[in-house]
């Protein structure tokens, strides 16, 4: 069954059918299991060519993605305008689209504001960025550097409702890095929220999301999950200066990416496959700025893994990923923004 999405003459009718969708929780989008992240469209992970990022993304909803994230804390919109040139002539049936609140600029004084006010001039920006008349999915971005959940749940999600009103957005998600405050909002909030988006919770590294999927499914929450490379940890070029990982991980992490280059085997295609066999998310966000990305990512989805690659999948397990003693880095963001905020 073709999806809502389809237009004939526009898509690759072969790929498209063979692309995996599934139904975004309580919405009425069917998604597809490979959705395209604008993360690295903005500033955090390097320089990229613009052109060849906008064919990227036309190639990527042609052959059935259709599932686009973004957010202004991307490049503080460059994200948002980049998408949104790739975007103009493409039919708006073909694809959904979703961007984000709350998140906004690299100086620490200016990088969060959870505000209702805030709220409804960003998402204007945004609409005006993209170049479009409604967002299919408005998020509240990483909840958990709000000053207190109570804003989230007082002054953001009902300004966000309202845009949903108001026809401006079709569904409503929150997203962030500590699973427990997505939970946690989802309980003490009335408003409807669609999906959660968690990044680097279901990876090589660490599958924490696991605890809390029994708690999103009895609530008919859709899952996202971003960051299959766990934010470049798994990648052969490592990641940015900026990641908050402890020195232990990112040892182990380049020692696994030196032993996949020595077995001529991409660490990284490893990654993505293994975020993909979790039947309990809804769609994999990831990365992507070019086309060569976009390949890569296409043919683990269509084709999967050698037997070569699983038994290198199944070593790097065991002699590394199994050596580390916490395989996460949750709370070191929120102390050093916090901290960075007194000074």
Known sequence: MLPPTYVEGFHDLEAVKIMEYKKLGKTDLLVSKLSFGGGPLG?????????EAIETIRQAIKEGVNYIDTAPW???????????????????????????????????KNMFEFSKEKTRHSFKNSLDNLGLDYIDVIQVHDIEFAPSLDIIITQTLPELSKQVAEGKARYIGITGYPLSVLKECI??????????LTY????????????????????NIGVINA????????????????????NEIKKICRDVAQ??????????KLAVWYAMQCEDTTTNLVGIQNIQQLRMNFNVLRNGITKKEQEILKIIED???????????EGKEIETYWQAMKM
């Not at 309980?187 to 959660?196: F, G, L, T, Y």
């Not at 990876?203 to 999927?213: A, N």
């Not at 032993?259 to 990284?268: G, L, P």
Request: one cysteine or more.
């Open 43 to 51: 500033c955090h992970y390097g320089n990229y060519d613009e052109n």
């Open 74 to 108: 991307y490049g503080q919109g460059k994200s948002e305008k980049v998408i949104g040139k790739a975007l103009k002539g493409i039919p708006r049936q073909a694809y959904y689209i979703a961007t984000k609140v709350g998140r906004y600029e690299l100086d620490v």
């Open 187 to 196: 309980e003490q909030s009335n408003i409807n929220i669609a999906c959660v």
């Open 200 to 219: 680097s919770r279901f990876t090589l590294l660490d599958d924490t999301l696991m605890e809390f999927i029994s708690f999103f499914k009895k609530c």
């Open 227 to 246: 960051a299959s490379l766990a934010m470049g940890l798994l990648t052969n070029n490592g990641p940015p200066d900026w990641h908050p990982a402890s």
């Open 259 to 268: 032993y996949c280059k020595d077995n001529d085997v991409e660490i990284s």
């Open 319 to 329: 002699k590394y990923f199994s050596q580390i003693k916490c395989k996460h880095w």
